[in-house]
């Protein structure tokens, strides 16, 4: 069985006098795509932002390569490789596209990494090459999120944390992101993709978690998932 990057055990997060995240257990293997996905409100960016360090967790613990990070800084995780691209996507407004990509690879050194990693980035979204020079917060909604993808892709990391990256966008858009998603674990990079669109994201994951008022209620295969009545009935509005 592939190595296990990420594990989260017995997470509690509680802010405003609220437990938003009430003892919650995953993990993501070296190679998968897992998609936890839930209603708005379930907790799932309470768990990722608490992944990242960007909130403070109440119990519980989060391994990464097999060593706790729990207390740690994005800035400390980035450098080991975990990345993530927010919901709402935090661009960079007043830099340019090539600007914003540059900060992505600011805890590198390697320029000629760099520049390899930059030209991928434009092989990957084509529309950012086109727009290199132009300021990030004159874009789309969905150039902003090929955007800010492409920004997390510079440091090269070992885990990618999406959140929400389809939230917003028109459903053409839509198409386009997964199937860069798609494309991006097939390059071999380990994904946790949190998500309300449920049909999607199942649809490319390898796992899935299913995340209701704070808790883990199911998880399985996300083929099985995609098919099971539960699901299709309070997820797919079938």
């Given at each position: 069985?592939?190595?296990?990057?990420?594990?989260?055990?017995?997470?509690?997060?509680?802010?405003?006098?609220?437990?938003?995240?009430?003892?919650?257990?995953?993990?993501?293997?070296?190679?998968?795509?897992?998609?936890?996905?839930?209603?708005?409100?379930?907790?799932?960016?309470?768990?990722?932002?608490a992944i990242t360090g960007t909130l403070g967790i109440n119990a519980g613990d989060i391994e990464y390569l097999g060593k706790s990070i729990?207390?740690?800084?994005?800035?400390?995780?980035?450098?080991?490789?975990?990345?993530?691209?927010?919901?709402?996507?935090?661009?960079?407004?007043?830099?340019?596209?090539?600007?914003?990509?540059?900060?992505?690879?600011?805890?590198?050194?390697?320029?000629?990494?760099?520049?390899?990693?930059?030209?991928?980035?434009?092989?990957?979204?084509?529309?950012?090459?086109?727009?290199?020079?132009?300021?990030?917060?004159?874009?789309s909604g969905g150039e902003q999120q090929m955007l800010a993808m492409g920004r997390a892709l510079m440091s090269r990391p070992k885990v990618?944390?999406?959140?929400?990256?389809?939230?917003?966008?028109?459903?053409?858009?839509?198409?386009?992101?997964?199937?860069?998603?798609?494309?991006?674990?097939?390059?071999?990079?380990?994904?946790?993709?949190?998500?309300?669109?449920?049909?999607?994201?199942?649809?490319?994951?390898?796992?899935?978690?299913?995340?209701?008022?704070?808790?883990?209620?199911?998880?399985?295969?996300?083929?099985?998932?995609?098919?099971?009545?539960?699901?299709?009935?309070?997820?797919?509005?079938?």
């Open positions: 069985m592939a190595q296990t990057l990420l594990k989260v055990s017995g997470l509690k997060v509680a802010y405003g006098g609220i437990q938003a995240v009430k003892g919650v257990d995953f993990e993501v293997r070296e190679g998968e795509l897992v998609s936890l996905i839930g209603s708005n409100g379930a907790g799932k960016t309470t768990t990722m932002k729990k207390g740690q800084g994005p800035w400390d995780l980035v450098k080991q490789g975990l990345a993530m691209v927010p919901e709402g996507r935090g661009v960079f407004t007043r830099m340019t596209i090539t600007e914003n990509l540059q900060m992505g690879a600011y805890i590198r050194s390697d320029k000629a990494g760099i520049a390899d990693d930059m030209e991928k980035v434009f092989t990957i979204f084509p529309r950012l090459r086109e727009r290199k020079d132009q300021l990030a917060g004159t874009m990618l944390l999406l959140d929400e990256p389809s939230m917003g966008l028109s459903p053409i858009m839509v198409d386009k992101i997964f199937e860069v998603v798609g494309d991006v674990h097939g390059q071999g990079v380990t994904i946790l993709l949190v998500e309300q669109n449920a049909s999607r994201a199942l649809g490319i994951a390898n796992r899935g978690y299913v995340m209701e008022s704070g808790e883990i209620t199911m998880t399985g295969e996300a083929r099985a998932m995609l098919n099971d009545p539960k699901v299709r009935a309070a997820y797919l509005g079938e």
